[in-house]
Protein backbone atom coordinates (compact mmCIF):
# COMPACT_ATOMS: atom_id res chain seq x y z
CA UNK A 1 0.00 0.00 0.00
CA UNK A 2 1.42 3.61 -0.73
CA UNK A 3 1.89 5.79 1.89
CA UNK A 4 1.74 10.10 1.20
CA UNK A 5 2.76 12.33 3.32
CA UNK A 6 2.42 16.00 2.17
CA UNK A 7 3.69 18.89 3.91
CA UNK A 8 2.11 17.57 7.17
CA UNK A 9 2.63 19.93 10.16
CA UNK A 10 2.36 19.64 13.89
CA UNK A 11 2.49 22.24 16.68
CA UNK A 12 2.56 21.51 20.76
CA UNK A 13 2.22 25.18 21.99
CA UNK A 14 5.00 26.95 20.42
CA UNK A 15 7.33 24.16 19.35
CA UNK A 16 6.62 22.23 16.04
CA UNK A 17 7.35 18.95 15.90
CA UNK A 18 7.17 18.42 12.42
CA UNK A 19 7.58 21.51 10.12
CA UNK A 20 6.18 20.92 6.66
CA UNK A 21 7.24 16.99 6.35
CA UNK A 22 6.50 15.25 3.05
CA UNK A 23 7.27 11.50 2.36
CA UNK A 24 6.36 9.26 -0.51
CA UNK A 25 6.18 5.37 0.55
CA UNK A 26 5.84 2.65 -2.53
CA UNK A 27 3.92 -0.17 -2.14
CA UNK A 28 6.12 -2.86 -0.19
CA UNK A 29 8.64 -0.55 0.51
CA UNK A 30 10.66 -0.42 3.57
CA UNK A 31 11.42 2.81 4.82
CA UNK A 32 13.70 4.04 7.80
CA UNK A 33 13.20 7.06 9.25
CA UNK A 34 16.76 8.31 11.21
CA UNK A 35 17.00 11.43 13.45
CA UNK A 36 18.22 12.08 16.55
CA UNK A 37 15.49 12.44 19.44
CA UNK A 38 13.49 15.21 19.47
CA UNK A 39 13.42 15.13 15.69
CA UNK A 40 9.58 14.50 15.13
CA UNK A 41 9.92 10.91 14.45
CA UNK A 42 7.40 9.60 16.98
CA UNK A 43 5.08 12.35 16.06
CA UNK A 44 4.94 11.64 12.60
CA UNK A 45 4.25 7.96 13.39
CA UNK A 46 1.71 8.84 15.96
CA UNK A 47 0.20 11.00 12.97
CA UNK A 48 0.75 7.69 10.84
CA UNK A 49 -1.39 5.36 13.23
CA UNK A 50 -4.30 7.91 14.07
CA UNK A 51 -3.10 8.34 17.46
CA UNK A 52 -2.60 12.35 16.60
CA UNK A 53 -3.32 14.71 13.86
CA UNK A 54 -1.70 16.99 11.57
CA UNK A 55 -2.49 21.17 11.99
CA UNK A 56 -1.80 20.96 8.47
CA UNK A 57 -0.98 18.78 5.71
CA UNK A 58 -2.65 15.88 4.06
CA UNK A 59 -2.15 12.13 5.45
CA UNK A 60 -2.76 9.72 2.42
CA UNK A 61 -2.79 5.76 3.19
CA UNK A 62 -3.69 3.68 0.15
CA UNK A 63 -4.76 6.92 -1.98
CA UNK A 64 -7.29 7.79 0.47
CA UNK A 65 -7.24 10.74 2.58
CA UNK A 66 -6.79 9.32 6.35
CA UNK A 67 -7.43 12.80 8.18
CA UNK A 68 -10.80 12.16 9.55
CA UNK A 69 -10.18 7.97 10.47
CA UNK A 70 -9.43 7.47 13.86
CA UNK A 71 -6.66 5.04 14.44
CA UNK A 72 -8.78 1.72 15.11
CA UNK A 73 -10.57 1.82 11.31
CA UNK A 74 -7.10 2.70 10.11
CA UNK A 75 -5.66 -0.59 9.72
CA UNK A 76 -2.30 0.19 10.50
CA UNK A 77 -0.11 -1.99 12.73
CA UNK A 78 2.21 -0.62 15.00
CA UNK A 79 5.32 -1.95 17.03
CA UNK A 80 4.97 0.52 19.83
CA UNK A 81 8.56 1.10 21.61
CA UNK A 82 8.00 -0.06 25.15
CA UNK A 83 5.41 -3.16 23.15
CA UNK A 84 2.39 -2.03 25.32
CA UNK A 85 1.61 -5.70 25.53
CA UNK A 86 -1.36 -5.93 27.46
CA UNK A 87 -0.32 -7.09 30.78
CA UNK A 88 -3.05 -9.09 31.78
CA UNK A 89 -3.56 -10.96 28.74
CA UNK A 90 -1.57 -14.24 27.89
CA UNK A 91 0.57 -14.30 24.62
CA UNK A 92 -2.32 -15.98 23.06
CA UNK A 93 -5.00 -13.52 24.02
CA UNK A 94 -2.39 -10.43 23.18
CA UNK A 95 -2.27 -11.51 19.69
CA UNK A 96 -6.31 -12.52 19.23
CA UNK A 97 -6.72 -8.93 20.80
CA UNK A 98 -7.36 -7.26 17.00
CA UNK A 99 -9.70 -10.09 15.97
CA UNK A 100 -11.87 -10.36 19.06
CA UNK A 101 -12.39 -6.68 19.06
CA UNK A 102 -13.89 -6.60 15.57
CA UNK A 103 -17.42 -5.87 14.43
CA UNK A 104 -19.79 -9.17 14.74
CA UNK A 105 -19.82 -9.16 11.34
CA UNK A 106 -15.99 -8.91 10.30
CA UNK A 107 -15.43 -11.36 13.59
CA UNK A 108 -13.67 -14.71 13.12
CA UNK A 109 -15.05 -17.74 14.78
CA UNK A 110 -13.05 -19.05 18.02
CA UNK A 111 -11.53 -21.47 16.02
CA UNK A 112 -10.79 -19.54 13.33
CA UNK A 113 -8.89 -17.24 15.95
CA UNK A 114 -7.62 -19.89 17.39
CA UNK A 115 -5.67 -21.39 13.82
CA UNK A 116 -4.75 -17.79 13.02
CA UNK A 117 -3.23 -16.70 16.14
CA UNK A 118 -0.91 -20.15 16.16
CA UNK A 119 0.09 -19.25 12.59
CA UNK A 120 0.84 -15.88 13.81
CA UNK A 121 2.78 -17.34 16.57
CA UNK A 122 4.30 -19.89 14.20
CA UNK A 123 5.85 -17.25 11.85
CA UNK A 124 7.39 -14.79 14.97
CA UNK A 125 8.94 -18.43 15.82
CA UNK A 126 7.04 -18.37 19.66
CA UNK A 127 4.49 -21.06 19.15
CA UNK A 128 5.43 -22.51 22.71
CA UNK A 129 4.82 -19.05 24.72
CA UNK A 130 0.97 -19.10 23.61
CA UNK A 131 0.39 -19.30 27.55
CA UNK A 132 2.74 -17.28 29.03
CA UNK A 133 2.04 -13.82 30.35
CA UNK A 134 3.72 -11.07 28.58
CA UNK A 135 5.95 -10.36 31.80
CA UNK A 136 7.23 -13.73 31.74
CA UNK A 137 8.77 -13.77 28.44
CA UNK A 138 12.12 -12.01 27.49
CA UNK A 139 12.62 -8.70 25.89
CA UNK A 140 13.14 -10.14 22.62
CA UNK A 141 10.25 -12.64 22.77
CA UNK A 142 7.76 -9.38 23.76
CA UNK A 143 9.19 -7.88 20.83
CA UNK A 144 7.88 -10.73 18.80
CA UNK A 145 4.46 -10.83 20.73
CA UNK A 146 4.43 -7.68 19.45
CA UNK A 147 5.03 -7.89 16.35
CA UNK A 148 2.45 -10.79 15.81
CA UNK A 149 -0.45 -8.63 17.67
CA UNK A 150 -0.02 -5.57 14.70
CA UNK A 151 0.02 -8.15 12.18
CA UNK A 152 -2.90 -9.90 13.35
CA UNK A 153 -4.99 -7.25 12.05
CA UNK A 154 -3.46 -7.63 7.97
CA UNK A 155 -2.54 -3.91 7.86
CA UNK A 156 -1.68 -2.35 5.07
CA UNK A 157 0.75 -0.75 6.71
CA UNK A 158 3.47 -1.85 10.07
CA UNK A 159 4.79 1.19 12.17
CA UNK A 160 8.31 -0.03 13.86
CA UNK A 161 8.88 2.24 16.40
CA UNK A 162 12.52 2.05 17.69
CA UNK A 163 11.44 -1.76 18.22
CA UNK A 164 15.08 -2.72 18.74
CA UNK A 165 15.64 -0.33 21.46
CA UNK A 166 14.95 -2.67 24.58
CA UNK A 167 17.43 -5.74 23.24
CA UNK A 168 21.10 -6.01 23.71
CA UNK A 169 23.13 -5.57 20.86
CA UNK A 170 23.78 -9.54 20.26
CA UNK A 171 19.47 -10.35 20.09
CA UNK A 172 19.48 -6.98 18.02
CA UNK A 173 21.47 -8.12 14.68
CA UNK A 174 19.61 -11.24 14.93
CA UNK A 175 16.61 -10.15 15.13
CA UNK A 176 17.29 -7.13 12.29
CA UNK A 177 17.81 -9.91 9.99
CA UNK A 178 15.17 -12.12 10.90
CA UNK A 179 12.48 -8.96 10.50
CA UNK A 180 14.46 -7.56 6.82
CA UNK A 181 13.29 -11.73 5.89
CA UNK A 182 9.89 -11.37 7.23
CA UNK A 183 9.14 -8.05 5.28
CA UNK A 184 10.59 -10.09 2.17
CA UNK A 185 8.31 -12.71 2.73
CA UNK A 186 4.91 -10.70 3.52
CA UNK A 187 5.65 -7.49 1.56
CA UNK A 188 3.65 -4.83 3.87
CA UNK A 189 4.83 -1.57 3.43
CA UNK A 190 6.87 -0.87 6.74
CA UNK A 191 7.97 2.23 8.08
CA UNK A 192 10.89 1.98 10.40
CA UNK A 193 11.73 4.94 13.40
CA UNK A 194 14.93 4.72 14.86
CA UNK A 195 17.58 7.02 15.75
CA UNK A 196 20.36 4.21 14.77
CA UNK A 197 22.28 4.72 11.52
CA UNK A 198 23.23 1.43 11.22
CA UNK A 199 19.77 -0.27 12.24
CA UNK A 200 18.16 1.96 8.74
CA UNK A 201 20.86 1.34 6.51
CA UNK A 202 20.55 -2.43 7.06
CA UNK A 203 17.36 -2.79 7.15
CA UNK A 204 15.90 -0.08 4.86
CA UNK A 205 15.18 -0.11 1.08
CA UNK A 206 15.23 4.26 1.14
CA UNK A 207 16.32 6.06 4.58
CA UNK A 208 14.25 9.54 5.22
CA UNK A 209 16.56 11.87 7.52
CA UNK A 210 14.80 14.16 10.06
CA UNK A 211 16.19 17.40 11.45
CA UNK A 212 13.89 18.91 13.80
CA UNK A 213 10.83 18.35 12.05
CA UNK A 214 11.79 18.91 8.34
CA UNK A 215 13.19 15.97 6.21
CA UNK A 216 16.53 17.10 5.22
CA UNK A 217 17.08 13.52 2.70
CA UNK A 218 15.25 11.14 1.39
CA UNK A 219 17.24 8.58 -0.76
CA UNK A 220 18.65 4.92 -0.46
CA UNK A 221 21.20 4.24 2.03
CA UNK A 222 24.27 3.93 -0.25
CA UNK A 223 23.06 7.27 -1.19
CA UNK A 224 22.52 9.21 1.91
CA UNK A 225 25.75 7.30 2.98
CA UNK A 226 28.13 9.06 0.12
CA UNK A 227 26.12 11.43 -0.85
CA UNK A 228 24.84 13.82 1.93
CA UNK A 229 22.81 16.27 1.50
CA UNK A 230 23.33 18.71 4.09
CA UNK A 231 26.17 18.95 7.17
CA UNK A 232 23.91 17.68 9.80
CA UNK A 233 22.77 14.34 7.51
CA UNK A 234 26.51 14.07 7.08
CA UNK A 235 27.52 14.41 11.13
CA UNK A 236 24.65 12.20 11.53
CA UNK A 237 26.08 9.35 9.97
CA UNK A 238 28.64 7.42 10.61
CA UNK A 239 31.64 8.29 12.95
CA UNK A 240 32.63 11.56 10.78
CA UNK A 241 34.72 14.34 12.52
CA UNK A 242 33.67 17.56 12.15
CA UNK A 243 36.21 20.16 11.30
CA UNK A 244 36.26 24.16 10.12
CA UNK A 245 38.03 24.24 7.31
CA UNK A 246 39.30 27.14 4.77
CA UNK A 247 38.49 26.94 0.66
CA UNK A 248 40.78 29.48 -1.46
CA UNK A 249 41.95 28.61 -5.21
CA UNK A 250 40.54 24.84 -5.11
CA UNK A 251 42.68 23.59 -2.09
CA UNK A 252 41.01 23.16 1.14
CA UNK A 253 43.15 23.93 4.43
CA UNK A 254 42.28 22.70 7.89
CA UNK A 255 44.33 25.10 10.56
CA UNK A 256 43.67 22.27 12.88
CA UNK A 257 45.54 20.10 10.68
CA UNK A 258 48.08 21.90 8.65
CA UNK A 259 49.48 18.26 7.21
CA UNK A 260 46.11 17.94 5.56
CA UNK A 261 45.99 19.41 2.06
CA UNK A 262 42.70 18.40 -0.35
CA UNK A 263 41.33 19.55 -3.77
CA UNK A 264 38.11 20.37 -3.97
CA UNK A 265 35.99 22.41 -6.32
CA UNK A 266 33.77 24.60 -4.07
CA UNK A 267 34.07 28.83 -4.38
CA UNK A 268 36.89 30.39 -1.89
CA UNK A 269 35.47 30.78 1.45
CA UNK A 270 34.99 28.89 5.11
CA UNK A 271 34.07 25.46 4.56
CA UNK A 272 32.43 22.64 6.85
CA UNK A 273 34.67 19.95 7.08
CA UNK A 274 33.65 16.24 7.69
CA UNK A 275 36.18 13.31 7.98
CA UNK A 276 35.42 10.10 8.21
CA UNK A 277 37.21 6.70 9.15
CA UNK A 278 38.05 5.63 5.91
CA UNK A 279 39.07 9.24 4.95
CA UNK A 280 41.77 8.85 7.75
CA UNK A 281 44.68 6.53 6.61
CA UNK A 282 46.68 5.12 9.97
CA UNK A 283 50.13 3.64 9.40
CA UNK A 284 52.52 2.41 11.93
CA UNK A 285 55.29 4.74 12.82
CA UNK A 286 58.22 4.92 10.69
CA UNK A 287 61.30 4.84 12.65
CA UNK A 288 60.89 7.54 14.37
CA UNK A 289 58.46 8.92 12.22
CA UNK A 290 55.64 9.96 13.77
CA UNK A 291 52.29 12.36 14.09
CA UNK A 292 49.69 10.72 15.89
CA UNK A 293 49.13 8.35 18.75
CA UNK A 294 46.50 5.66 18.73
CA UNK A 295 43.67 6.58 21.39
CA UNK A 296 41.81 3.39 20.81
CA UNK A 297 41.91 0.44 18.83
CA UNK A 298 38.79 -1.97 18.71
CA UNK A 299 39.78 -5.47 18.78
CA UNK A 300 37.53 -6.90 15.29
CA UNK A 301 40.14 -9.43 13.96
CA UNK A 302 39.40 -8.48 10.18
CA UNK A 303 42.03 -6.72 7.91
CA UNK A 304 40.89 -3.21 8.38
CA UNK A 305 41.04 -2.42 12.09
CA UNK A 306 38.89 0.95 13.67
CA UNK A 307 40.39 2.69 15.88
CA UNK A 308 40.96 6.54 17.62
CA UNK A 309 43.91 8.27 16.60
CA UNK A 310 44.89 12.09 18.07
CA UNK A 311 46.52 14.20 15.90
CA UNK A 312 47.26 17.67 16.95
CA UNK A 313 45.42 16.91 19.98
CA UNK A 314 42.30 16.27 17.16
CA UNK A 315 40.62 12.66 17.89
CA UNK A 316 39.55 11.03 14.81
CA UNK A 317 37.77 8.04 13.79
CA UNK A 318 40.23 6.15 11.40
CA UNK A 319 40.70 2.34 9.84
CA UNK A 320 44.03 1.39 10.58
CA UNK A 321 44.88 -0.60 7.28
CA UNK A 322 47.84 -2.79 6.12
CA UNK A 323 49.55 -4.74 9.49
CA UNK A 324 48.26 -1.79 11.53
CA UNK A 325 45.48 -3.78 13.10
CA UNK A 326 48.32 -4.86 15.70
CA UNK A 327 48.82 -1.36 16.93
CA UNK A 328 47.88 -0.55 20.86
CA UNK A 329 46.86 2.53 22.74
CA UNK A 330 48.92 4.65 23.18
CA UNK A 331 51.52 3.66 20.05
CA UNK A 332 52.52 6.25 17.43
CA UNK A 333 51.92 6.34 14.45
CA UNK A 334 51.37 8.32 10.76
CA UNK A 335 48.20 9.54 9.71
CA UNK A 336 46.93 10.64 6.43
CA UNK A 337 44.26 12.18 5.15
CA UNK A 338 42.99 10.76 1.69
CA UNK A 339 39.55 12.36 1.51
CA UNK A 340 36.77 14.91 3.17
CA UNK A 341 33.60 15.46 2.42
CA UNK A 342 33.00 19.21 2.51
CA UNK A 343 30.32 21.57 2.98
CA UNK A 344 30.13 25.28 1.51
CA UNK A 345 27.89 28.00 3.42
CA UNK A 346 24.79 26.75 1.20
CA UNK A 347 24.87 23.69 -1.56
CA UNK A 348 25.38 19.78 -1.43
CA UNK A 349 28.59 17.90 0.16
CA UNK A 350 31.17 17.75 -2.59
CA UNK A 351 34.19 15.07 -2.34
CA UNK A 352 37.93 16.27 -1.64
CA UNK A 353 40.37 13.86 -2.82
CA UNK A 354 43.82 14.39 -0.84
CA UNK A 355 46.73 16.39 -3.21
CA UNK A 356 49.56 13.87 -3.75
CA UNK A 357 52.85 14.37 -2.08
CA UNK A 358 55.15 16.04 -4.52
CA UNK A 359 52.70 18.18 -6.37
CA UNK A 360 54.78 21.48 -5.48
CA UNK A 361 51.49 22.38 -3.74
CA UNK A 362 52.83 20.84 -0.07
CA UNK A 363 55.22 23.50 1.75
CA UNK B 1 38.66 1.12 65.90
CA UNK B 2 36.42 -2.11 65.36
CA UNK B 3 33.23 0.01 64.85
CA UNK B 4 34.82 1.33 61.40
CA UNK B 5 35.11 -2.15 60.40
CA UNK B 6 31.17 -2.67 60.19
CA UNK B 7 28.86 -3.37 57.51
CA UNK B 8 26.72 -0.48 57.71
CA UNK B 9 23.24 -2.14 58.79
CA UNK B 10 25.08 -4.35 61.68
CA UNK B 11 24.94 -2.03 64.21
CA UNK B 12 21.70 -0.89 63.22
CA UNK B 13 20.25 -3.87 64.88
CA UNK B 14 19.39 -2.39 68.08
CA UNK B 15 17.50 0.49 66.19
CA UNK B 16 15.44 -1.81 63.72
CA UNK B 17 14.46 -3.44 66.71
CA UNK B 18 13.88 -0.81 68.76
CA UNK B 19 11.80 0.63 65.79
CA UNK B 20 9.82 -2.45 65.38
CA UNK B 21 8.84 -2.66 69.22
CA UNK B 22 7.80 0.73 69.17
CA UNK B 23 5.43 0.64 66.48
CA UNK B 24 3.72 -2.43 67.42
CA UNK B 25 3.18 -0.89 70.77
CA UNK B 26 1.56 2.18 69.40
CA UNK B 27 -0.65 -0.12 67.08
CA UNK B 28 -1.79 -1.96 70.12
CA UNK B 29 -2.08 1.30 71.95
CA UNK B 30 -4.33 3.16 69.77
CA UNK B 31 -5.29 0.76 67.65
CA UNK B 32 -6.24 -2.76 69.57
CA UNK B 33 -6.56 -1.57 73.25
CA UNK B 34 -9.96 1.07 71.92
CA UNK B 35 -11.01 -2.16 69.79
CA UNK B 36 -11.22 -4.46 72.81
CA UNK B 37 -12.73 -2.28 74.73
CA UNK B 38 -15.90 -2.07 72.37
CA UNK B 39 -16.08 -5.35 72.10
CA UNK B 40 -15.42 -6.30 76.00
CA UNK B 41 -17.82 -3.55 76.79
CA UNK B 42 -20.48 -4.63 74.47
CA UNK B 43 -20.36 -7.57 75.96
CA UNK B 44 -20.19 -7.00 79.88
CA UNK B 45 -23.40 -7.56 80.77
CA UNK B 46 -23.43 -11.33 78.59
CA UNK B 47 -24.30 -11.81 75.03
CA UNK B 48 -28.44 -11.40 75.71
CA UNK B 49 -28.61 -7.59 76.34
CA UNK B 50 -25.84 -6.73 73.45
CA UNK B 51 -27.80 -8.78 70.69
CA UNK B 52 -31.50 -7.42 72.02
CA UNK B 53 -29.65 -3.47 71.41
CA UNK B 54 -28.60 -4.49 68.01
CA UNK B 55 -32.05 -5.98 67.10
CA UNK B 56 -33.92 -3.44 68.65
CA UNK B 57 -36.30 -1.49 66.44
CA UNK B 58 -34.42 1.89 66.18
CA UNK B 59 -31.13 0.04 65.79
CA UNK B 60 -32.82 -2.38 63.23
CA UNK B 61 -33.75 0.69 61.25
CA UNK B 62 -30.39 2.67 61.87
CA UNK B 63 -28.62 -0.45 59.98
CA UNK B 64 -31.16 -0.58 57.41
CA UNK B 65 -30.70 3.46 56.44
CA UNK B 66 -26.82 3.08 56.74
CA UNK B 67 -26.69 0.10 54.28
CA UNK B 68 -29.33 1.79 51.92
CA UNK B 69 -27.27 5.08 51.87
CA UNK B 70 -24.09 2.91 51.55
CA UNK B 71 -25.98 1.21 48.50
CA UNK B 72 -26.41 4.53 46.48
CA UNK B 73 -23.08 6.42 47.68
CA UNK B 74 -20.52 3.74 47.04
CA UNK B 75 -21.50 2.50 43.63
CA UNK B 76 -21.49 6.37 42.38
CA UNK B 77 -18.51 7.40 43.82
CA UNK B 78 -17.39 4.27 42.04
CA UNK B 79 -18.67 5.49 39.01
CA UNK B 80 -17.57 8.97 39.90
CA UNK B 81 -13.86 7.93 40.82
CA UNK B 82 -13.33 5.69 37.88
CA UNK B 83 -14.31 8.78 35.65
CA UNK B 84 -12.12 10.90 37.25
CA UNK B 85 -9.46 9.00 37.58
CA UNK B 86 -9.47 8.07 33.55
CA UNK B 87 -9.78 11.38 32.94
CA UNK B 88 -6.56 12.85 35.12
CA UNK B 89 -4.33 9.50 34.27
CA UNK B 90 -5.42 9.58 30.40
CA UNK B 91 -5.78 12.91 29.18
CA UNK B 92 -4.36 16.03 29.07
CA UNK B 93 -6.95 19.10 29.41
CA UNK B 94 -7.26 22.53 31.12
CA UNK B 95 -8.04 22.39 34.38
CA UNK B 96 -6.54 18.87 35.36
CA UNK B 97 -4.57 20.16 38.28
CA UNK B 98 -7.67 21.97 39.93
CA UNK B 99 -9.90 18.23 39.43
CA UNK B 100 -6.63 16.42 41.48
CA UNK B 101 -6.67 19.25 43.87
CA UNK B 102 -10.43 19.15 44.44
CA UNK B 103 -11.08 15.06 44.44
CA UNK B 104 -8.55 15.71 47.73
CA UNK B 105 -10.93 18.70 49.12
CA UNK B 106 -13.30 16.16 51.46
CA UNK B 107 -9.92 14.67 52.70
CA UNK B 108 -8.80 18.33 53.82
CA UNK B 109 -12.21 20.29 54.84
CA UNK B 110 -13.63 18.70 58.27
CA UNK B 111 -16.71 16.82 57.02
CA UNK B 112 -18.77 19.18 59.76
CA UNK B 113 -17.99 22.03 57.14
CA UNK B 114 -19.08 19.48 54.47
CA UNK B 115 -22.47 19.19 55.93
CA UNK B 116 -23.26 22.49 56.63
CA UNK B 117 -22.44 23.57 53.06
CA UNK B 118 -25.76 20.93 52.35
CA UNK B 119 -27.36 23.07 54.99
CA UNK B 120 -27.17 26.24 53.54
CA UNK B 121 -27.59 25.25 50.05
CA UNK B 122 -30.93 22.90 50.74
CA UNK B 123 -31.51 23.60 54.01
CA UNK B 124 -35.18 25.74 54.89
CA UNK B 125 -33.32 29.08 55.23
CA UNK B 126 -30.76 27.89 52.61
CA UNK B 127 -30.19 29.42 48.95
CA UNK B 128 -32.45 26.44 47.18
CA UNK B 129 -34.31 26.40 50.30
CA UNK B 130 -37.66 28.51 49.00
CA UNK B 131 -37.91 26.53 45.84
CA UNK B 132 -37.44 22.86 47.22
CA UNK B 133 -40.03 23.25 49.81
CA UNK B 134 -42.45 25.18 46.83
CA UNK B 135 -42.07 21.73 45.25
CA UNK B 136 -42.25 19.29 48.04
CA UNK B 137 -38.91 18.27 48.06
CA UNK B 138 -37.16 17.42 51.34
CA UNK B 139 -33.26 17.02 51.06
CA UNK B 140 -31.89 18.04 54.23
CA UNK B 141 -32.94 15.86 57.28
CA UNK B 142 -33.71 13.27 54.95
CA UNK B 143 -32.19 10.50 53.33
CA UNK B 144 -31.17 12.93 49.96
CA UNK B 145 -29.25 15.03 52.26
CA UNK B 146 -27.39 11.62 53.78
CA UNK B 147 -26.29 10.52 50.30
CA UNK B 148 -24.93 13.54 48.85
CA UNK B 149 -22.79 14.07 52.39
CA UNK B 150 -21.97 10.71 52.39
CA UNK B 151 -20.89 11.08 48.63
CA UNK B 152 -18.93 13.96 49.42
CA UNK B 153 -17.19 12.85 52.61
CA UNK B 154 -16.28 9.60 50.44
CA UNK B 155 -15.66 10.66 46.93
CA UNK B 156 -11.81 10.49 47.58
CA UNK B 157 -11.27 6.66 48.09
CA UNK B 158 -12.06 5.31 44.41
CA UNK B 159 -10.29 8.22 42.46
CA UNK B 160 -7.24 8.49 45.00
CA UNK B 161 -6.51 4.97 45.08
CA UNK B 162 -6.80 4.62 41.10
CA UNK B 163 -5.00 7.59 39.64
CA UNK B 164 -1.67 6.90 41.03
CA UNK B 165 -1.88 3.54 39.46
CA UNK B 166 -3.60 4.29 36.30
CA UNK B 167 -0.97 7.26 35.85
CA UNK B 168 1.71 5.11 35.86
CA UNK B 169 0.62 2.28 33.40
CA UNK B 170 0.05 5.63 31.19
CA UNK B 171 -1.87 5.16 28.12
CA UNK B 172 0.40 2.89 25.92
CA UNK B 173 -1.56 -0.28 26.00
CA UNK B 174 -4.86 1.71 25.57
CA UNK B 175 -3.81 3.20 22.05
CA UNK B 176 -2.01 -0.39 21.27
CA UNK B 177 -5.13 -1.63 21.81
CA UNK B 178 -7.09 1.17 19.38
CA UNK B 179 -4.96 0.55 16.70
CA UNK B 180 -5.23 -2.81 16.86
CA UNK B 181 -9.19 -2.11 15.83
CA UNK B 182 -10.92 -1.15 19.54
CA UNK B 183 -13.28 1.31 20.28
CA UNK B 184 -13.49 3.42 23.12
CA UNK B 185 -15.70 1.08 25.18
CA UNK B 186 -13.69 -2.00 24.37
CA UNK B 187 -10.52 -0.46 25.26
CA UNK B 188 -12.04 0.55 28.81
CA UNK B 189 -13.96 -2.92 29.26
CA UNK B 190 -10.82 -5.03 27.70
CA UNK B 191 -7.85 -3.02 28.72
CA UNK B 192 -8.33 -0.09 31.77
CA UNK B 193 -10.55 -2.23 33.72
CA UNK B 194 -8.62 -5.32 34.06
CA UNK B 195 -5.13 -3.26 34.92
CA UNK B 196 -6.94 -1.48 37.88
CA UNK B 197 -9.25 -4.25 38.97
CA UNK B 198 -7.42 -4.84 42.39
CA UNK B 199 -7.12 -1.11 43.08
CA UNK B 200 -10.10 -0.93 42.43
CA UNK B 201 -12.21 -3.08 44.57
CA UNK B 202 -9.86 -2.13 47.38
CA UNK B 203 -10.72 1.25 46.65
CA UNK B 204 -14.06 0.36 47.08
CA UNK B 205 -14.29 -1.18 49.96
CA UNK B 206 -12.26 1.57 51.99
CA UNK B 207 -15.21 3.55 50.50
CA UNK B 208 -17.82 1.65 51.65
CA UNK B 209 -16.62 1.36 55.07
CA UNK B 210 -16.25 4.99 55.54
CA UNK B 211 -19.02 5.27 54.15
CA UNK B 212 -21.02 3.10 56.69
CA UNK B 213 -19.18 5.10 59.57
CA UNK B 214 -19.40 8.29 58.00
CA UNK B 215 -20.58 10.64 61.80
CA UNK B 216 -19.62 14.12 60.90
CA UNK B 217 -21.33 15.43 58.04
CA UNK B 218 -23.79 12.96 58.36
CA UNK B 219 -24.49 14.13 61.65
CA UNK B 220 -24.97 17.90 60.36
CA UNK B 221 -27.58 17.41 57.61
CA UNK B 222 -29.73 14.32 59.42
CA UNK B 223 -31.62 15.94 62.35
CA UNK B 224 -31.52 12.67 64.01
CA UNK B 225 -35.08 11.80 63.95
CA UNK B 226 -34.92 8.01 65.57
CA UNK B 227 -35.96 5.40 62.97
CA UNK B 228 -36.30 7.48 60.50
CA UNK B 229 -32.50 9.58 59.67
CA UNK B 230 -30.63 8.06 62.31
CA UNK B 231 -27.40 6.29 60.85
CA UNK B 232 -25.40 3.66 62.83
CA UNK B 233 -22.65 6.15 64.04
CA UNK B 234 -25.52 8.45 65.22
CA UNK B 235 -27.31 6.09 66.81
CA UNK B 236 -24.78 4.81 68.67
CA UNK B 237 -24.07 8.94 70.25
CA UNK B 238 -27.67 8.74 70.84
CA UNK B 239 -27.39 5.94 72.80
CA UNK B 240 -23.77 6.82 74.26
CA UNK B 241 -25.48 9.85 75.69
CA UNK B 242 -29.02 8.25 77.12
CA UNK B 243 -25.94 6.42 79.02
CA UNK B 244 -27.35 3.72 77.07
CA UNK B 245 -23.87 2.22 77.51
CA UNK B 246 -24.28 -1.52 76.85
CA UNK B 247 -26.80 -0.60 73.70
CA UNK B 248 -24.07 1.86 72.42
CA UNK B 249 -21.31 -0.32 72.42
CA UNK B 250 -23.03 -3.58 70.70
CA UNK B 251 -24.05 -1.45 68.42
CA UNK B 252 -20.66 0.20 67.42
CA UNK B 253 -19.30 -3.77 67.91
CA UNK B 254 -21.49 -4.03 65.11
CA UNK B 255 -19.87 -1.23 62.81
CA UNK B 256 -16.62 -2.48 64.10
CA UNK B 257 -17.08 -5.71 62.83
CA UNK B 258 -18.46 -3.96 58.97
CA UNK B 259 -14.65 -1.96 59.43
CA UNK B 260 -12.85 -5.59 60.25
CA UNK B 261 -14.78 -7.08 57.65
CA UNK B 262 -13.65 -4.91 55.06
CA UNK B 263 -10.40 -5.12 56.09
CA UNK B 264 -9.64 -8.46 56.04
CA UNK B 265 -11.58 -8.02 52.77
CA UNK B 266 -9.09 -6.23 51.62
CA UNK B 267 -5.87 -8.44 52.65
CA UNK B 268 -7.33 -11.15 51.06
CA UNK B 269 -7.30 -9.28 48.01
CA UNK B 270 -4.01 -8.35 48.41
CA UNK B 271 -2.87 -11.33 48.73
CA UNK B 272 -4.62 -12.84 46.06
CA UNK B 273 -3.83 -10.21 43.49
CA UNK B 274 0.28 -10.80 45.20
CA UNK B 275 0.27 -14.63 44.26
CA UNK B 276 -1.12 -13.79 40.92
CA UNK B 277 1.39 -11.22 39.78
CA UNK B 278 4.34 -13.39 41.80
CA UNK B 279 3.30 -16.29 39.98
CA UNK B 280 3.36 -14.31 36.47
CA UNK B 281 6.63 -13.37 37.51
Known sequence: MTVEIEDVVRRFGATAALEGVSLSLRAGEFVALLGPSGSGKTTLLRILAGLDFPDSGRVCIAGADVAQVPARRRGVGVVFQSYALFRHMTVFENVA??????PRRFRPGNADILRRVRELLELVQIPELAQRYPDQVSGGQRQRVALARAL???????????????????????VRR?????????????LLITHDQEEAMELADRVAILERGRVVQFDTPSAVTTRPATPFVAGFLGDATRLEGHVAEGLLRL????????????????????????DVAVTPANGDVADAIIRHASAAPDAHTRCVVEVNGVQLDAVATDGAGCMVRGAACMVTIRGALVFAAVGPGMMAEAVPAGSGLRQ | MSSLGQRADEDSVLVRWGLVAASLALAVVIFLLPLAAVFTEALRRGVAPALSAILEEDAQAAMGLTLLVAAIAVPVNTVGGLAAAWAIAKFDFAGKRLLITLIELPFSVSPVISGLVYVLLFGAQGYFGPWLRAHDIQIIFALPGLVLATIFVTFPFVARTLVPLMQEQGRGEEEAAATLGAGGWQIFRRITLPNVRWALISGVLLCNARAMGEFGAVSVVSGHIRGQTNTLPLHVEILYNEYMFVGAFAVASLLALLGLVTLAAKA????????RVRAAA
Not at chain 1, 97 to 102: A, E, K, N, Q, S
Not at chain 1, 152 to 174: H, N, S, T, Y
Not at chain 1, 255 to 278: C, I, K, S, W
Open chain 1, 152 to 174: AIEPQLLLLDEPFGALDALVRKD
Open chain 1, 97 to 102: FGLRVR
Open chain 1, 255 to 278: PRLPQALLRVALADGPATVFLRPR
Open chain 2, 268 to 275: LLEAFAGR
Open chain 1, 178 to 190: WLRGLHERLGITS
